[in-house]
T-cell receptor
Framework: GQQVMQIPQYQHVQEGEDFTTYCNSS?????IQWYKQRPGGHPVFLIQ?????EVKKQKRLTFQFGEAKKNSSLHITATQTTDVGTYFC????????????FGKGTHLIIQP | NAGVTQTPKFRVLKTGQSMTLLCAQD?????MYWYRQDPGMGLRLIHY???????AKGEVPDGYNVSRLKKQNFLLGLESAAPSQTSVYFC???????????FGPGTRLTVT
């Protein structure tokens, strides 16, 4: 079945450093979504990318969707303590009704 | 709007006991999902529903049952709890299986 892989699993950064997480799918995706989960919280939808090569920005966050629509990345510029959490990518599960396949997430740990 | 709500927030069970987790959404979404989240395992789909009166198995359905008698509610049942079911359970809903999911706050279940 479809697999969505994320790397790295954990990332420690100093506050103010940049951070990037990468997502790769075993199949071509119609869209890719990103979610953020704060410690002790629940996943919250951040953004959806649909077009090949698409780039979207939300303040310090930059999201990219690969040309082949099989990979994506999330880049955070100048991290802040509020960025702490786990970032998940997710893609539709082969068009079925069972929704999305989630990557296992990247845990971002920020040291002041 | 409350979005997606879950009850209870915390629960401790003894092995062999049963319980029901309730999920409610006020967004008129057709699709609803139950996930469990364990350290290092990401989000794993237990069961899902494509509408009132319909349910289907996800990736890890064993030991769980579900019901969707009303469109806004999705219940997850554990008939005979086991320590392996200690986890955080999230409910989610969406208007379409390929689009963003809205998550509830989660239920932290411990089975001793």
């Amino acid at each position: 079945g479809q697999q969505v892989m994320q790397i790295p699993q954990y990332q420690h950064v100093q506050e103010g450093e940049d951070f990037t997480t990468y997502c790769n799918s075993s199949t071509t995706l119609s869209n890719i979504q990103w979610y953020k989960q704060r410690p002790g919280g629940h996943p919250v939808f951040l953004i959806q990318l649909v077009k090949s090569g698409e780039v979207k920005k939300q303040k310090r966050l930059t999201f990219q969707f690969g040309e082949a629509k099989k990979n994506s990345s999330l880049h955070i510029t100048a991290t802040q303590t509020t960025d702490v959490g786990t970032y998940f990518c997710a893609g539709p599960t082969g068009g079925g009704a069972d929704g999305l396949t989630f990557g296992k997430g990247t845990h971002l740990i920020i040291q002041p | 709007n409350a979005g997606v709500t879950q009850t209870p927030k915390f629960r401790v069970l003894k092995t062999g006991q049963s319980m029901t987790l309730l999920c409610a959404q006020d967004m008129n979404h057709e699709y609803m999902y139950w996930y469990r989240q364990d350290p290092g395992m990401g989000l794993r789909l237990i069961h899902y529903s494509v509408g009132e009166g319909t349910t289907a198995k996800g990736e890890v359905p064993d030991g769980y049952n579900v019901s969707r008698l009303k469109k806004q509610n999705f219940l997850l049942g554990l008939e005979s709890a086991a320590p392996s079911q200690t986890s955080v359970y999230f409910c989610a809903s969406s208007r379409d299986p390929i689009y963003e999911q809205y998550f509830g706050p989660g239920t932290r279940l411990t089975v001793t």
